[in-house]
């Protein structure tokens, strides 16, 4: 296992995985911010560094999974690191733990062929999961609370994540094309569910174009680091204010 981590490690594009993790972490947490701020009372405490270091080590993971095509045993290292950070930043908030664990356990069961998450169900399951456990919990630790409203503020964040996270976990060609549409399409209902602007017109054309280029090319094999910046500027423009 030593040999294969260590392998791994030096074969690793890191010029690609750190601008990778940095994109990932302003993705995931650029909406619920967005949202804090404008409520008044909410401030930031000693937990926003433990979830800063948490949302880092799933930020490593994920790019670590993708160039691996989801056998990476080096990403156990910052999963791990994660599960902990969790435990130690918020043992005192029971439901929240619990979220933030459910999300590295699942991308080490990922990993497991028997499991066949590499497919739509697990880009789901990804989406929700990342949606419920980051996002929520950046709300969280600067609301000190969660309401539903909350929660509907950030389905563009999940819906996001399925659309520009599908030709990683769609290998299969014949039905890539329908289940890319199908996710672009409720991108865009979550979209149009903000207050119309100019930046969400923004959105709306960089997703459709998005959708021709993966559809144009759905046999090549996709640029992760491009594909998080631009779901970046997207999430970007959707919460612009």
């Given at each position: 296992m030593g040999k294969l981590i260590k392998q791994q490690f030096m074969e690793m594009n890191w010029k690609d995985l750190?601008?990778?993790?940095?994109?990932?972490?302003?993705?995931?947490?650029?909406?619920?911010?967005?949202?804090?701020?404008?409520?008044?009372?909410?401030?930031?405490?000693?937990?926003?560094?433990?979830?800063?270091?948490y949302v880092i080590c799933i930020g490593l993971?994920?790019?670590?999974?993708?160039?691996?095509?989801?056998?990476?045993?080096?990403?156990?290292?910052?999963?791990?690191?994660?599960?902990?950070v969790a435990i130690i930043g918020f043992s005192k908030t029971p439901l929240l733990l619990a979220l933030l664990l459910l999300l590295p356990i699942f991308l080490l069961v990922i990993q497991m062929p028997s499991m066949d998450f590499q497919n739509s169900l697990g880009l789901i399951t990804f989406g929700i999961l990342m949606m419920f456990t980051v996002s929520v919990a950046c709300a969280y630790v600067s609301l000190h609370f969660i309401s539903w409203e909350i929660i509907s503020f950030l389905l563009p964040v999940m819906a996001s994540t399925w659309f520009y996270m599908a030709p990683f976990f769609l290998d299969n060609v014949s039905q890539y094309k329908f289940k890319v549409t199908i996710f672009a399409v409720i991108l865009l209902i979550f979209t149009l569910s903000r207050p119309l602007r100019a930046s969400i017109y923004m959105a709306i054309a960089i997703i459709v174009a998005t959708w021709f280029v993966m559809v144009a090319k759905a046999d090549e094999k996709p640029s992760l680091i491009i594909y998080c910046l631009t779901q970046m500027v997207i999430i970007t423009l959707i919460y612009w204010s």
């Open positions: 750190l601008p990778t993790t940095f994109i990932l972490l302003i993705t995931w947490s650029y909406a619920p911010f967005s949202y804090a701020v404008g409520v008044q009372g909410s401030h930031f405490n000693a937990h926003m560094g433990m979830l800063f270091l993971v994920v790019p670590m999974l993708m160039y691996h095509h989801f056998g990476s045993t080096l990403s156990t290292i910052p999963l791990i690191a994660s599960g902990i």
